[in-house]
């Protein structure tokens, strides 16, 4: 017990001696959570829209007038002709533009209808769709006002509810995924560099030689990530709850539970590999290009799982973070116990089994 | 001539002096030792003679140029070789040998000619193109003091040339020295191998960043009446108030 | 003396048993598997209905739903809190409710009203899958509409909108992402590379030779970036290849244009990194500060959301990032055919931090430290 508290104390000494990297670390959960949070929204407001209407009227003129009193649009003024567009479009004077035929008004009093042209900028699909929503739904609305003659007998009503985000941020997707990531960034990579650290430097040897079990050693290396994982998750929460709005809707003992077990696996993500790295630098690259890429993009951290195809919705089924972005969602945005993470918990665990199998049996024979 | 002038030489790092005000001289050709403990100063002065670090105070004039306001020249006309006998591990012993001959500012013709005369002598030849970072210890000091000589430079810096290698090696490395010197190489090497002291024509002892004797080892020897360096060394130190780095 | 310092890179570049591989798989990853990830196109939404009426309509409406396209049917439940249930545990992304009377009331012509839940912890998905739910019920009742009273005279409020969307007709995703992907891949290789590569030397010891040499300031750093240039442009050129070989993807604008502005992008980037190496002492703290960096970039620069719905603090801080302006000009020369001409407003922002970049790293660099 004494010597495990040396040694944790050393590495103590280790992280704190490395002021930037302590600073990177502590603030970096902060300021993702911050971009995240505030910059990283799909909702566009304000989006500059021209129009294109050879003949003007009260129709023309009351639609430009609905749709720029939108929270949506402004705007930016009329095109002389439809060969404008382009250039309008390409050098982002406007996101949306609104082409009226020439004869808008006489067609509807003629034949009963008229069609109106909506062209966005389709780089950017999901934009363009909802822009286009946006337009579409603000014109047919004044439409159906027009309307007083038709019988509206066969319409639909339709109420919508929003379920646990009404106000959509994108702050609620994106925060249990930052926790998974910064989590397993500082378990995992930080641990597995640690350890080849002194691999190379050949004091691990020392180590191993002395009798001082295997055990005693990875616990030592791990327990000090471990606080700091802890500090990082306390600082996080605190965060997402008081700046982003984000709360912590459900039971505070299953967020700790999946928390801690995740912490747990990351840790013994990096003991593992420290096992197979025998540098630093290549502990850092395969850390960081075989840990932190996949996670970030298979974890449904940012991306929907859903719309990737089959062979990679098979592999995240394999990243721990996957099932701790999913336990969180429940747990801190829809308000759910510990009986809807249940699956999540007995992976995790499925896992920290396997991974503390394999280091324990790894760790010893690698230096000889 | 002298090819190294340094007057009241200082280097402070905040509080702490690590150089105190040491002033030497060093002739063309000698083999000047600079002796000290670990953490006496040695390196730190070496490294504003090379250019490497600005002095806090005094000046220093090496192969005729100042080290504060001419360091590039400087450059031109020295070798340097580290502690950490730093080749590039990753390259051959010949791709190690053309770039620093290139860095100098020598012909590729000169460089082929001269490598090849090189290895025949080191008995590197089949090595040629090996990576330095197969050698064994021995070969890549032998080496990288080759190649700090290779541009045949007025100085040659040598911090710690021989640390870590066994005493018959070293004996073997001092040849090398001798060799370079009666080329008119002037040697400035820094060690704490005491025994060392003896192959130099001069010596200096620094203490605590001081210089508490400067003289040839014969010299100190018989004004301290002793029978080896060692005896010198480990009587000026006993004054000493600083610990190894 | 440059001539041998560039051979030198060169030679190392090759015996590392990492780089090379790792060199070519960037372009790999970046063309054949982020793109199927890095997809925020919302497909197979879930949708559980909860159907009081069971009836011919109510059935008809759930069928053509299906058929749209947009939603897996996950199954019936009997009461809205069995489908919350559903929702909660994941197994559900939306819910309708049909009410009892559904068929009924359409034929009195009394207005039946449904209820579309939507699970908004992913914002898009909820805010899309709603709005689409809603098109498919409004075309179902164009559709009933139609077949009891065909176009008659008395339509004149009708209005149909067409959209069109212009650049990206079939609005395909890979069109969106793969361009500004290309991006992140030279980012990485003439950004990060070489600053591994500066501090690595710095560890390893072998600086200080360097530093003793008469080797300039200027010199020591150009030998240190020319290689990761000249890697960066035949990476980026066969990511070019590659992407029209794999997705059909071609410039529509000029690949003059492009070019330049990855040489203005590269100058720039390289000199970002260098600015990382003259502060970071060990492998660890360059890879954190580049990581830290390379985060906020990816993050406000329109990479995955767009600039314009940032507020703006992040759009002023977007103005600083060198990633913004190159994936507007990617975006821009892949779908709009954009020329130099339009891309003004790219070149000379980059410009800008191509200079105050590579200033920052010169007077940062410190060979006498």
Not at chain 1, 231 to 259: D, F, H, K, Y
Not at chain 3, 152 to 162: A, D, F, P, Q, V
Not at chain 3, 208 to 222: A, C, D, G, Q
């Amino acid at each position: 017990m004494h010597t495990l508290s040396a040694f944790v104390r050393k590495e103590f000494h280790h992280i704190l001696r490395d002021r930037w990297t302590l600073i990177i670390l502590l603030v970096t959960p902060i300021i993702m959570l911050v971009l995240i949070g505030f910059a990283m929204t799909t909702e566009v407001k304000g989006t500059t829209f021209m129009v294109v209407a050879p003949e003007r009227d009260v129709s023309t003129s009351e639609l430009v007038q609905i749709l720029s009193q939108s929270v949506y649009f402004t705007f930016a003024g009329y095109l002389p002709d439809e060969q404008a567009i382009d250039s309008a479009l390409r050098q982002g004077m406007a996101g949306l533009i609104v082409v009226f035929p020439s004869h808008f008004a006489s067609d509807r009093t003629n034949t009963g209808t008229s069609s109106v042209a909506v062209i966005t900028d389709g780089s950017d699909p999901n934009t363009a769709k909802t822009l286009t929503n946006y337009a579409s739904a603000i014109m047919l609305g004044w439409a159906q006002k027009q309307n007083t003659t038709i019988q509206n007998t066969l319409s639909i009503g339709i109420e919508t509810r929003l379920l646990y985000n009404p106000a959509m941020k994108g702050a609620y997707n994106f925060v249990p995924g930052v926790l998974g990531m910064i989590l397993l960034l500082i378990c995992a990579m930080m641990t597995s560099i640690s350890i080849a650290r002194e691999k190379e430097s050949g004091t691990m040897e020392i180590l191993l030689s002395s009798p001082m079990q295997p055990v005693v050693i990875i616990l030592a290396k791990t327990i000090p990530y471990f606080f700091l994982s802890c500090l990082n998750l306390v600082t996080s929460l605190a965060m997402s709850m008081t700046v982003l709005g984000v709360p912590v809707r459900g039971s505070w003992v299953a967020l700790i539970c999946v928390s801690l077990l995740y912490i747990f696996v990351g840790l013994l993500l990096g003991v593992m590999i420290s096992t197979i790295a025998n540098s630093q630098l290549v502990a850092l690259l395969v850390s960081g290009m075989g840990l932190m890429l996949p996670v970030m993009l298979l974890s449904g951290m940012m991306f929907p799982i859903e719309s990737m195809p089959f062979p990679l919705r098979l592999i995240s089924h394999i990243i721990p973070a996957r099932w701790y972005v999913s336990a969180m969602r429940k747990v801190m945005i829809k308000g759910l116990g510990f009986g809807s993470i249940l699956t999540e918990l007995t992976v995790l665990a499925c896992m920290s089994a396997v991974l503390l199998v394999i280091s324990l049996k790894k760790f010893k024979p690698r230096l000889e | 001539m002298n090819a190294i002038i340094a007057s009241n030489l200082t280097k402070k790092f905040g509080s702490f002096t690590a150089v105190d005000h040491i002033s030497f001289d060093v002739s063309e050709g000698e083999i000047f030792g600079f002796l000290g403990a670990n953490g006496a100063g040695k390196t730190t002065a070496m490294r504003m003679l090379t250019g490497l670090l600005k002095p806090t105070e005094g000046k220093a004039l090496v192969a005729g140029f100042d080290i504060k306001k001419q360091s590039e020249k400087i450059k031109a006309n020295i070798g340097y070789m580290s502690q950490r006998f730093a080749l590039y591990g990753d390259l051959t012993i010949s791709e190690n040998i053309r770039l620093f001959g290139g860095i100098y500012g020598m012909d590729a013709k000169l460089i082929a000619e001269k490598r090849d005369r090189l290895l025949d002598e080191l008995h590197l030849k089949e090595e040629k193109d090996s990576l330095v970072s197969r050698l064994p210890l021995g070969w890549k000091q032998k080496l990288a003091f080759s190649v700090s000589i290779f541009h045949e430079p007025k100085i040659v810096f040598l911090d710690e040339p021989t640390g870590g290698v066994d005493p018959a090696a070293r004996r073997r490395f001092w040849e090398m020295i001798y060799a370079a010197s009666e080329q008119g190489i002037t040697v400035f090497v820094t060690t704490h191998y005491m025994d060392e002291a003896e192959y130099c024509n001069r010596v200096s002892i620094m203490v605590d960043g001081r210089i508490e004797a400067l003289d040839s080892p014969h010299a100190l020897k018989t004004r301290y009446a002793a029978s080896s360096m060692d005896e010198v060394f480990q009587m000026i130190a006993r004054k000493a108030t600083r610990t190894a780095d | 003396m440059l001539r041998y310092l560039v051979q030198k890179e060169f030679l190392q570049i090759r015996r590392n048993p990492f780089l090379p591989r790792m060199i070519l798989m960037f372009p790999m990853m970046i063309l054949l598997v982020l793109p199927f990830a890095a997809n925020f196109d919302i497909k197979n939404i879930n949708l559980v209905v909860v159907d009081h009426d069971e009836s011919m309509l109510s059935e008809r409406l759930v069928k053509k739903i299906e058929s749209s396209g947009y939603f897996r049917l996950a199954g019936y439940c009997h009461n809205d809190s069995d489908a919350l249930g559903m929702v909660e545990l994941g197994k559900a992304d939306t819910i309708l409710e049909i009410p009892y009377g559904f068929d009924k009331d359409l034929g009195k012509g009394s207005v039946p009203e449904v209820l579309i839940s939507a699970d908004t912890v992913n914002g898009t998905k909820g805010g899309l899958g709603s709005a689409y739910l809603t098109t498919v019920i409004q075309d179902f009742s164009a559709d009933l509409l139609q077949e009891i009273q065909p176009i008659s005279g008395n339509r004149k409020s009708l209005i149909t909108i067409e959209s069109q969307y212009r650049y990206n007709p079939y609005l395909l995703y890979p069109n969106f992402m793969i361009p500004a992907l290309m991006v992140i891949g030279l980012l990485l290789i003439t950004g990060f590379l070489p600053a591994l590569n500066i501090v690595g030397e710095k560890e390893s010891g072998t600086i200080e030779s360097m530093n003793v040499t008469p080797v300039r300031k200027l010199t020591l750093i150009l030998s240190k970036l020319i290689p990761y240039w000249v890697i960066g442009f035949l990476v980026f050129s066969f990511m070019l290849v590659l992407a029209y070989f794999v997705w059909g993807l071609a410039i529509t604008g000029s690949l003059l244009a492009l070019y330049l502005a990855v040489l203005l992008f590269v100058f720039t980037i390289s000199g970002f990194g260098l600015i990382i190496s003259n502060y970071a002492n060990t492998y660890q703290q360059a890879m954190f500060m580049m990581f830290f960096f390379v985060m906020i970039f990816d993050f406000l620069s329109g990479l995955f959301t767009p600039i314009a719905s940032m507020p703006e603090w992040a759009k002023i801080i977007s103005y600083a990032s060198p990633l913004r302006y190159m994936i507007e000009v990617l975006r821009g020369v892949y779908l709009k055919g954009c020329t130099i001409s339009d891309l003004k407003g790219q070149y000379l922002p980059l410009g800008v931090l191509m200079l105050l970049f590579n200033s920052w790293a010169i007077i940062s660099y410190r060979k006498n430290s």
